[in-house]
C-alpha cells in the first residue's frame, strides 16, 4: 500500500504571523526564553523602527502578544494583518498592565489575525477605557443575556398587552443578581448597551428562538399579546460579548422560568 505524501501547508499560520508580527514591531522580548537584552534595550530598537514606548508599555505589548501567542492555531493559515488596525490596536492597549485584560486584548488580536474585520476601531477605544470591574460587570451581563441569531439580549421582564389598550409589565429582580439600573446605566454610558428599552414580538405569533450559556431554547406564549421587554447590546457591545467565555447562570435561569410561568412556555433542547 503506497503511503500518502503529507499535505504541505500553503501559507503562514497564526502562530507564525504573530512571531512575525512580533519580530517587526520589536516585542519579540517574551516570546523567546533567550531573548537578549532588557526592555529598555528592545524599547531603544522599538523606537528605531518608528515605534517609541517607555520599557514598561514595552512589557505590557510583549505580555499581550505573548498569551495571543499562547492561543494561537499552529494550522490555521491566515492573511497579514493589516498595518493600520495593529497601530491603532497598540497605540491602545500599550497601557494596560493588568493580566487578566491583557488576555482580552490577546483575544482581540488573535480573533482579527483569524477574522479580519470582527473588531472595529471603536471597539478597541471603548475596551481601552474599561476598568477590570467594568469588564467583570459587562461578563455577567453576556452570561445573562440570550442570543437571538447575531445579537444579544437582557431581558428584564414580561409584557401583556390588553385588548383595549395599555398593559401591565412583570420585572425580573435584576437588583438580585448585581446588576441595579445603576449598574446598567453604567454600561449604557461606556456605549456596550443600548439605552431604550425595547419589546419583542407577540410570542405566540413569533416564538422566540434563543441560546444561553451554552445552550439552545425557545419562548412560546400560551396566550397572544405576550412580549419580552429587554435591553440590546450595542455593536460594539456585540463584539465584545464574543470574547467572554459564556456559562450557565442558574440563579438567572430560575427567575426566566418564574417569570415566563402561565404566560410562555420554555422549552431547553
Known amino acids: 500500500m503506497e503511503k ?14 504573530l512571531r512575525q508580527l512580533a519580530q517587526q514591531q520589536g516585542l519579540e522580548g517574551s516570546l523567546y526564553s533567550d531573548a537578549k537584552g532588557d526592555p529598555l534595550d528592545r524599547a531603544r530598537r522599538r523606537a ?13 505589548l510583549e505580555a499581550i502578544l505573548h498569551k495571543a501567542l499562547l492561543q494561537a492555531n499552529a494550522d490555521l493559515v491566515v492573511d497579514e494583518l493589516d498595518g493600520d488596525w495593529f497601530y491603532h490596536f497598540s497605540r491602545l492597549s500599550e497601557n494596560t498592565g493588568n493580566p487578566r485584560m491583557q488576555g482580552l486584548w490577546a483575544t482581540i488580536l488573535l480573533r482579527e489575525l483569524e477574522q479580519p474585520g470582527s473588531f472595529s476601531r471603536r ?3 471603548v475596551l481601552e477605557k474599561l476598568s477590570l470591574k ?15 441569531g447575531q445579537e444579544y439580549r ?13 398593559g401591565h409589565t412583570r420585572l425580573l ?10 449598574a446598567l446605566a453604567t454600561l449604557m454610558e461606556l456605549g456596550l448597551l443600548q439605552s431604550s428599552e425595547l419589546v419583542s414580538a407577540d410570542l405566540r405569533q413569533i416564538p422566540l428562538q434563543f441560546s444561553m450559556g451554552g445552550h439552545r431554547g ?13 435591553y440590546r447590546f450595542s455593536v460594539i457591545g456585540d463584539e465584545l460579548a464574543r470574547l467572554v467565555a459564556t456559562e450557565p447562570d442558574s440563579k438567572f435561569e430560575t427567575e426566566l422560568k418564574r417569570l415566563a410561568e402561565g404566560e410562555l412556555t420554555l422549552s431547553w433542547q
Do not use: W
Open 134 to 148: 467594568e469588564t467583570q460587570l459587562f461578563a455577567k451581563v453576556v452570561n445573562m443575556a440570550l442570543t437571538v
Open 218 to 230: 425557545q419562548l412560546l406564549g400560551n396566550r397572544r399579546r405576550v412580549h419580552l421587554t429587554y
Open 123 to 125: 471597539t478597541l477605544e
Open 154 to 166: 437582557l431581558v428584564i421582564g414580561l409584557y401583556k398587552r390588553h385588548a383595549l389598550g395599555g
Open 48 to 60: 528605531a523602527l518608528g515605534g517609541c514606548r517607555p520599557p514598561p508599555r514595552q512589557r505590557n
Open 4 to 17: 500518502t505524501a503529507p499535505v504541505e501547508r500553503m501559507g503562514y499560520s497564526t502562530q507564525d504571523r
Open 173 to 182: 429582580p435584576m437588583g438580585q443578581f448585581g446588576l441595579p439600573y445603576s
